[in-house]
Nanobody, 123 residues
Framework: QVQLVESGGGLVQDGGSLRLSCVAS????????VAWFRQAPEKGREFVAS????????VYVDVVRGRFTISRDNAKSTVYLQMNSLKPEDTAVYYC????????????????WGRGAQVTVPA
């Protein structure tokens, strides 16, 4: 079992920055990759970025590459999503999720999910 808890969401102005955190727990977390997904109002959930728990490999969706950075702190069992140059279209609920299929962008491949953190960037 893996438990995931997100924090750090909020309201930020256009062009601003925000950092999301995802604290992971569970005896087998090292076997998983952790990803961030997001779901905007009236849209489906979309993949944002992922990182292996061991090693440094990362994957990003094109629309956030260069603005968002995913990283992890193994000592704190935490995965971060640093979001810079935020835009109104980044407004969404952001979820972290865990999978044993690193790099997958499919929701169905993710076994564990957090409850989400709201990020709002007003136009």
């Amino acid at each position: 079992q893996v438990q995931l808890v997100e924090s750090g969401g909020g309201l930020v102005q256009d062009g601003g920055s925000l950092r999301l955190s995802c604290v992971a727990s569970g005896s087998t977390i090292e076997d998983y990759a952790v990803a961030w997904f997001r779901q905007a109002p009236e849209k489906g959930r979309e993949f944002v970025a992922s990182i292996r728990w061991s090693g440094s490999m990362t994957v990003y969706v094109d629309v956030v590459r260069g603005r968002f950075t995913i990283s992890r702190d193994n000592a704190k069992s935490t995965v971060y999503l640093q979001m810079n140059s935020l835009k109104p279209e980044d407004t969404a609920v952001y979820y972290c999720a865990a999978t044993q299929k690193f790099g997958s962008r499919l929701e169905a491949d993710y076994d564990y999910w957090g409850r989400g953190a709201q990020v709002t960037v007003p136009a």
